[in-house]
């Protein structure tokens, strides 16, 4: 049984060590064939630096590389070409400026090659490079995690070094245009894609294929690829789980599937994966494996509001052109870190135009997504906030709902001042949200609760059935809002006991000031309209 190759980027290590390799070939073929400039947006752990690494070892000629390949005798590998890779997630920016950095990479790629450069600066070294390693072929020129010295510093408090950085970055790449003649292929990749006009005003001719759908595959794994490729490890899943194929890749897919960038073609997250059959347990491994920062401290800087996250919405196609750095949309941001996935398209039938319909693409990213702005929004340590939710769905198991209460207030105490932002009032509807999601709570009509200022939920226990509002200033209103809108009504039959709890934050206090629970009895008898 070939091996796992988790984390692996290399394709030699992959084949020369009997791990699994997907064959991308037959994409990477088509993609070099067909045209010279490209562009490709995709989530982190996806694939994009293997992608890469597969490209240069083609266009060096590495053809045993390749045998059992789909491009073993497609390609021409007599035929070698010099290739400039550059990957700035490893270029050294932690212990150099990004010119500096680029000008040590560029200096020894040229003595790789046997290539003194003279020029001083990086753009100019750029161009120089380019045209001498291209004296008997042109160059195939590789960049991976392009944009890591932008979005590395993207919070508010580096935002000034991520302009620096954009725009060493613009100069950069304007060599390549007036390069045309020397180059065989630009291939650039990221996670994030900024404007034409912020950052590639030059490369006008750069071609966008990340929701291209003959490149939908190209990274990522689909059903059938898992099946040829994996099944082995599907066979043990399926005597541990005592689970039939069907059923077994129903929870794969629950899990780890649902990305798409066209609405219809849809793959699985490739780090997720090999990390389920390495390990035989389902777990939420994606995050694990490191969660950028600065997107769960922009999420609380800018007060976004995660609750219409719960649900799918809409946004025009246009929107994915006119991301920068002092224009951040963070549903956008979201979409290309992979935490949100395009769900479906709608055309519109005079125009022609997309909208496209964003969603949590699978089980894992919405369930980590939550604890980790957990951390961000109140402070507390991971371990510490789950022993926490543990005693809130303990006290409401036994009917302890002084208790629960004061947990939810020693939550809101604890919230360390400098990220307690106790002026908004979307604060503490996020904060009490992320609360209820976590105790797995059913939040009702989540597409509304931001414009009426309230969060509304019903939690079940095995002995009770809580249906609870949180509101700002007012228990009875938020009691009148249940009994206006008759949620508990579906609970009624249900032979466990229904409560109806107001509960009221104020602002001044800076946590819940008072909270009510009556039962539907007393509730339709107490509160006259």
């Known amino acids: ?181 020397y180059i065989k292929l630009f291939f650039m990749t990221g996670i994030s894609k900024f404007s034409k006009v912020s950052l590639f005003s030059e490369l006008n001719n750069l071609t966008d294929i990340t929701f291209n759908d003959k490149y939908i595959n190209i990274t990522g794994y689909t059903k059938s690829e898992i099946e040829v490729n994996y099944f082995h490890y599907l066979e043990v899943l399926e005597k541990k789980f005592k689970y039939d194929r069907e059923t077994l890749f129903d929870k794969i897919k629950l899990w780890y599937d649902g990305y798409s960038w066209n609405g219809e073609d849809f793959v699985y997250n490739p780090y997720s994966l090999l990390s389920f059959f390495n390990n035989n347990k389902f777990n939420n491994y994606w995050f694990q494996s490191g969660t950028p920062r600065f997107l769960t401290k922009l999420i609380r800087e800018k007060d976004v509001d995660i609750i219409k996250y719960e649900n799918s919405f809409e946004v025009d196609s246009n929107v994915f052109d006119s991301y920068d750095i002092d224009n951040i949309d963070s549903s956008i941001i979201l979409f290309q870190a992979g935490y949100l996935t395009i769900k479906g398209v709608t055309v519109d039938p005079e125009y022609g135009s997309e909208t496209y319909r964003l969603a949590y693409p699978n089980k894992e990213v919405k369930d980590s997504f939550y604890s980790h702005l957990a951390g961000e929004f109140t402070g507390l340590e991971k371990t510490s906030f789950f022993e926490i939710i543990k005693k809130l769905n303990n006290n409401l198991e036994n009917n302890l709902f002084d208790k629960f209460i004061m947990d939810i207030q020693a939550i809101y105490s604890n919230i360390p001042q400098p990220i307690f932002i106790g002026e908004r009032e979307s604060y503490y509807h996020t904060v009490i949200f992320i609360i209820l999601k976590l105790m797995k709570a059913n939040i009702i009509e989540a597409e509304r609760m931001t414009n009426y200022g309230r969060v509304d939920a019903v939690i079940e226990t095995k002995s009770y059935i809580y249906v609870v509002e949180f509101k700002m200033n007012s228990v009875d209103e938020a009691l009148k809002q249940i009994k206006e809108k008759k949620y508990y009504q579906p609970y009624l039959n249900d032979g466990r006991e229904v409560i109806c709890v107001g509960v009221a934050f104020s602002k001044e206090e800076r946590n819940i000031k008072e909270y009510k629970t009556v039962d539907v009895e007393e509730l339709l008898g107490g509160l006259e309209e």
């Open 1 to 181: 049984m070939k091996k796992l190759g988790l984390g692996i980027q290399d394709i030699s290590k992959l084949k020369e060590n009997n791990y699994v390799y997907v064959d991308k070939t037959e994409l990477i073929h088509k993609l070099i064939t067909s045209g010279s400039y490209y562009f490709l947006s995709r989530p982190r752990r996806f694939g994009k630096s293997l992608l890469v690494n597969t490209m240069e070892k083609i266009f060096k000629g590495d053809k045993e590389l390749f045998k059992d390949t789909w491009i073993y005798d497609k390609w021409n590998f007599d035929e070698n070409y010099p290739v400039i890779k550059i990957n700035f997630a490893e270029i050294g920016l932690e212990e150099l400026d990004l010119g500096k950095a680029l000008d040590r990479v560029l200096t020894n790629i040229g003595k790789s090659y046997n290539i003194i450069l003279e020029e001083k600066t990086y753009s100019l070294k750029f161009r120089e490079l380019i045209e001498k390693m291209s004296k008997e072929n042109p160059v195939a020129i590789l960049i991976d995690e392009y944009d890591k010295p932008i979005i590395d510093y993207i919070e508010s408090s580096k935002r000034e070094k991520a302009e620096e950085n954009r725009d060493i970055l613009r100069a950069f790449y304007s060599i390549v245009k007036g390069s045309d003649k």
